[in-house]
């Protein structure tokens, strides 16, 4: 692989964003790249917002009326995406983290927030590989590149992501 450039925008004030964060969610887009074996230069947009904010993109584009962890918007289909003109870089889309849900999330598992905006970036940087979760052998197979690349990054599962109040 040569090239990633990843462009991460905080538009939210309700969580801190912790030092660090930023670098990890690069080297976990570097990581899924590698790991799928992408060829060429890649660009890949992050941005954190609040539940609000996530909440008015899941109804506009997916009219469902509930805020979520993390939205895809991939740029390309089959492998094909647009190109920056002035880097030649694919561009392959945009990944929304709700930075609320994000805390959320961390606590109901039990794990840190680091590991859980790892996580969400895997699992939407895979979307926007074109991978997809709607029958169970597709969520399985995400399910294991994501947590391949959380062990990749030193980030492996500390606990079940099935909760116990469900079963």
Not at 28 to 54: P, R, W, Y
Not at 69 to 83: A, T
Not at 97 to 123: D, N
């Amino acid at each position: 692989m040569e090239k990633i450039r990843v462009i991460i925008t905080n538009n939210q004030k309700k969580v801190k964003i912790p030092t660090g964060l930023r670098m990890l969610v690069r080297r976990c887009c570097h990581a899924v790249l590698q790991l799928e074996g992408f060829e060429g230069i890649a660009e890949i947009s992050v941005t954190f917002v609040d539940n609000n904010e996530i909440h008015s993109l899941n109804k506009q584009y997916r009219n469902k009326d509930s805020a979520t962890d993390v939205l895809s918007f991939p740029m390309g289909e089959n492998g094909v995406y647009d190109i920056d003109p002035k880097t030649g870089a694919q561009i392959l889309g945009d990944v929304v983290i709700s930075m609320e849900k994000a805390v959320e999330q961390a606590q109901r598992y039990g794990h840190s927030l680091q590991r859980e905006v790892g996580y969400l970036t895997a699992h939407s940087v895979l979307h926007l590989l074109g991978y997809d979760h709607i029958d169970n052998m597709e969520r399985v197979r995400m399910r294991e590149k994501e947590e391949k690349v959380m062990s990749l990054l030193g980030l492996p599962a500390s606990t079940s992501y099935v909760r116990e109040d469900l079963l």
